[in-house]
Nanobody, 123 residues
Framework: VQLVESGGGLVQAGSSLRLSCAVTGGTFSRYAMAWFRQAPGKERDFVATISSSGGSTYYGDSAKGRFTISRHNGKNTAYLQMNSLKSEDTAVYYC?????????????????WGQGTQVTVSS
């Protein structure tokens, strides 16, 4: 199973970005998908997760009200729509897949990880 993130970049505060995570191998519709992020010098933090069916989503405190996680099972792709970006959102964003299918918030639940995509928000 391989996960490839895309969509990161350099944007100004207040802008929007949509990250994508394309999954190859395995059966995408069975995986819960999540986004985590890691800022320089900090631990990796939970951002958002979506269950395999798409029926359940959960967000970290920093993402609530601004970010939306979604998935398209026909395209084997998960998304993270990020609005009203702030400088503190600057980080490497990683997507992850969990064979268990449930939307869990901790890293240890996820068996597969992408390489990450850099998001930089200038103030």
């Amino acid at each position: 199973v391989q996960l490839v993130e895309s969509g990161g970049g350099l944007v100004q505060a207040g802008s929007s970005l949509r990250l994508s995570c394309a999954v190859t191998g395995g059966t995408f519709s069975r995986y819960a998908m999540a986004w985590f992020r890691q800022a320089p010098g900090k631990e990796r933090d939970f951002v958002a997760t979506i269950s395999s069916s798409g029926g359940s989503t959960y967000y970290g405190d920093s993402a609530k009200g601004r970010f939306t996680i979604s998935r398209h099972n026909g395209k084997n792709t998960a998304y993270l729509q990020m609005n009203s970006l702030k400088s503190e959102d600057t980080a490497v964003y990683y997507c992850a897949a969990d064979l268990g299918g449930g939307a869990l918030k901790y890293e240890g639940a996820y068996e597969y990880w992408g390489q990450g995509t850099q998001v930089t928000v200038s103030s």
